[in-house]
């Protein structure tokens, strides 16, 4: 058995001193902004979702981002509501293809296939940075987007401002509040392939001159998927919220939330026939030339399921002790539960009782998989906000404490008594099978992370061309798991003289740490409009960082033996307000190189955090109006992203990252005509990706680039009906949207669609 070398630097007497040190840094901070308050610096920001031109925005919502968009040192791309709900867009995965190479590119591993956002950004895996109002939102969920207001994608390393994220950006979901304006709306859509949807938004106000208002949306869905048998997407959402004091200095916020999805998962497509594919067997060359499935079929059966629930309670209080100095708070309980079973295979073993007859060929549904898990979240977050002066240098302050604990728990479940489906047909899938029988095993796992965080973000402006800003953040975390497991399965304990799926103690480990995440940037405006900006940042993810699950594997990241996984990522751009501050341009040059990276010494046997990967490329995108009737949103990245130390990880044994398109570009836009008349299209690119590496045979290594055209066209009748038409994949392009690792299987694209949408108001 390999073992493992690692340096690992305990520090637990950092904890307190972090928590004084954020004190110390909060204190002066309101003082001096106190101290300061009747002078004539530039009024704090209200923190709140701004919409200007169009489909982007001024700011983003964070207060820990204390200036606007063109005077903030990173790449963000901001999406408003106006813009996805145009396009049709329900869910995040679909908003977020209008972020350059952001997007759904990996199809799972083995029989594990990923359900929910499983975003892919710059090159990294990052589904686990998602948030909803700066709070982590954990779990395996397609996110509606019913009840958000914009999407907020922050690219580099996220560490300052969220703790342990993705080394190359997090996203966050803003959601809808209450507002001091009676308005209702409602939207029912209809489309190809049985889609149905109906959504409602209701806000009224309480009481003449009470500063209250009640909001409520709701959503349900029960759609089939464009091109594919059997998958489905049913769920419903409810999301009621309460505010006070909107019109004075003190507003409280009350948000609930509810969303159930009742699904049938797809374990997609056979890769056989796509170009790169050979046969895994020489005795039947014949499985290398024989012509791909139909991209419609379902491989898994009637009585797959994919059942989840996620509720969140969350309190939001916001205070003006005057416009220089101001108190922001929020408190989450969250929790999300899902339930699946999901009949994957792996075509490496087809039985062919007669080579010439493909429509006898048959392989085995040999791999069911279970998740049945939860994950709970509850957190604080405090955070202060401040203007002041020193000297001549204006600051902008935002300092705060974090306090949040995160848990995960999963049941156990496979198949029970040697218990299978029947084989199924390659080309004639019969998914009205039965023999399986499955539930629990006995075995569990539990983990839970605690984390304490305190934080500083300073701008100080030292003339109308000159601004410099640092951040810095300290995070205590403390991580416990445990779990048992059934012994003789992959990765599980041997069962000696145990009988097989015994179930026996598995992982119980522990880390902690105490983790420094920094940022610094200087801006350059030459001109009121125009920005030209540097920055550097380092982010930390520690062992478990991302799943809350500690393994005892050698060659885990999750390894608590092992050091965090350091991600620095130094950035230089420009961003231009044209047209009269109706359109934003944004153009940047980045480097990120991840370092701590797992390698096996080819020597010696044992692991060694030395080795290294880098991303690096040019992103450039433009949101807003080009005149008062004619919007648009649009974006271009190209992307070098390689190992640079260690081994290669791609089937074809380049040093290229998996499931990163090496370009992507994506275009938006739309011209409203004074009759009411609305019409527009967009366009998608995204370049060829490498797959990874796990010894299969014959699969392809890569997927080919493609592009995707949509449309769309509305009719405003009146102030309060429109009917919209989307017209998605208008050329029926033919395109693989995701692979799994091994290339046994892959995710089509959706083909040539329709939707119609008419929305109410009242």
Same mark, same amino acid.
């Given at each position: *058995? ?18 004084l ?11 001096? +902004? ?12 209200q ?11 001024e ?11 063109l ?23 679909e ?29 990294f ?6 948030? &909803? ?20 994608? %922050? ?19 803003v ?69 006070? #004091? ?43 030339? +024989? ?23 969350t309190l ?17 309980? @969250? ?5 699946? *079973? ?33 994950? %709970? ?9 401040a ?25 156990? *479940? ?17 998914p009205?099978?039965? #023999? ?7 075995a569990?796992?539990? @983990? ?11 701008? *100080? ?6 601004? !410099? ?19 003789? #399965? ?12 015994t179930?026996?103690?598995g ?49 885990? +990241? ?24 109706? !359109?934003?341009?944004s ?34 995108s ?32 380049t ?27 967009? +366009? ?28 769309? &066209? ?15 994949? !208008? ?28 929305d109410?108001?009242?």
């Amino acid at each position: *058995m390999s073992l493992i070398k690692s340096r690992k630097h305990a520090s637990s007497g950092l904890a307190t001193a972090s928590l004084l040190t954020g004190l110390a840094l909060a204190l002066p901070t309101v003082a001096q +902004a106190n101290d300061d308050a009747n002078t004539d610096a530039t009024t704090l920001p209200q923190l709140q979702v701004k919409g200007v031109n169009g489909y982007g925005a001024e700011r983003l919502s964070s207060p820990k981002f204390t200036r606007s968009l063109l005077d903030t040192t990173q790449t963000i791309n901001v999406f408003s509501s106006e813009l996805f709900n145009q396009q049709g867009a329900t869910t995040l995965t679909e908003v977020l293809r209008n972020s350059p190479g952001v997007g759904t590119f990996y199809a799972g591993e083995n029989g594990n296939t990923t359900t929910g956002d499983s975003i892919y950004m710059r090159g990294f895996d990052a589904s686990s940075s998602i948030f &909803v109002d700066g709070v982590r939102d954990l779990g395996s969920i397609s996110r509606d987007v019913f009840n958000i207001e914009q999407v907020e994608v %922050t690219k580099g390393p996220s560490g300052p401002d969220n703790g342990r994220t993705s080394p190359t950006g997090a996203i966050n979901m803003v959601s809808k509040q209450p507002q001091l304006r009676n308005h209702s709306s409602a939207g029912v859509s209809v489309g190809s392939d049985d889609q149905k949807r109906v959504t409602a938004d209701w806000n009224q106000t309480l009481g003449a001159q009470t500063g209250s208002a009640f909001r409520l949306n709701a959503m349900w869905q029960d759609s089939d998927v464009p091109g594919r048998d059997v998958v489905n997407n049913k769920r419903w959402g409810i999301a009621p919220s309460l505010a006070f #004091g909107l019109d004075g200095a003190t507003r409280f916020y009350i948000n609930l939330l509810h969303v159930d999805q009742d699904n049938v998962p797809d374990g997609a497509v056979p890769t056989i026939g796509l170009p790169g594919y050979t046969s895994p067997d020489p005795a039947y060359p014949q499985i290398g030339e +024989a012509p791909r499935v139909d991209s419609s079929n379902f491989y898994g059966t009637l009585s797959d399921y994919d059942d989840v629930t996620a509720d969140m309670a969350t309190l939001r209080l916001e205070h003006d002790f005057n416009e220089r100095l101001r108190l922001h708070n929020i408190t989450r309980w @969250g929790k999300t539960r899902q339930d699946y *079973m999901l009949t994957a295979y792996r075509l490496n073993a087809p039985t062919i009782p007669d080579p010439d007859d493909i429509d006898s060929w048959t392989f085995a549904r040999s791999l069911p998989t279970f998740k049945n898990q939860q994950n %709970t979240i509850i957190t604080n977050q405090f955070n202060i906000t401040a203007l002041f002066d020193t000297g001549r240098v204006e600051h902008s302050l935002s300092s705060g404490v974090e306090l949040t604990r995160e848990k995960l728990e999963t049941t156990g *479940m496979a198949a029970l008594d040697g218990s299978t489906w029947p084989d199924v047909n390659l080309y004639h899938p019969d998914p009205d099978v039965s #023999g399986l029988v499955w539930g629990p095993t006995g075995a569990h796992s539990e @983990g839970q992370t605690d984390t304490a965080s305190i934080y500083a973000f300073d701008t *100080m402006k030292f003339n109308e061309f000159f601004e !410099l800003n640092a951040g810095l953040r300290l995070e205590r975390y403390e991580t416990e798991y445990r779990s048992t497991v059934a012994c003789g #399965g992959r990765g599980a304990p041997t069962c000696g003289t145990l009988p097989a799926g015994t179930i026996v103690p598995g992982v119980d480990a522990d880390d902690s740490d105490t983790l420094f995440n920094w940022k610094v940037g200087a801006l350059f405006k030459p001109s009121r409009d125009v920005s030209v900006y540097a920055n550097y940042a380092i982010s930390l993810q520690p062992p478990g960082g991302s799943s809350l699950e500690l393994s005892s594997s050698a060659n885990n +990241a999750n390894n608590p033996n092992f050091d965090p996984q350091e991600a620095r990522t130094a950035e230089i751009g420009s961003k231009w307000n044209l047209l009269g501050e109706k !359109l934003l341009l944004s153009t940047a040059i980045y480097r990120t190189e991840l370092t701590n990276e797992i390698v096996q010494d080819p020597i010696d046997a044992l692991y060694y955090q030395t080795g290294r990967k880098r991303v690096q490329g040019i992103e450039i995108s433009a949101v807003g109006r080009l005149t008062d009737n004619w919007s648009l949103s649009t974006g271009y990245t190209t992307m070098d992203a390689r190992v640079v130390e260690g081994s290669t990880i791609t089937a074809d044994g380049t040093n290229q990252l998996t499931y990163t398109p090496d370009k992507a570009f994506t275009a938006w836009t739309t011209y409203a005509f004074p009759s009411g008349l609305t019409v527009g299209g967009g +366009a998608r690119y995204s370049g060829p990706m490498k797959r990874g590496s796990d010894g299969a045979i014959g699969t392809p290594a890569y997927t080919e680039d493609y592009w995707v055209l949509d449309a769309v &066209v509305s009719y405003a009748f009146s102030s309060n009906f429109d009917l919209r038409l989307n017209a998605y994949n !208008l050329l029926d392009e033919d395109y693989v949207a995701s692979i799994n690792k091994s290339g046994y299987r892959y995710n089509p694209g959706a083909p040539r669609s329709l939707l119609l949408t008419a929305d109410f108001r009242f």
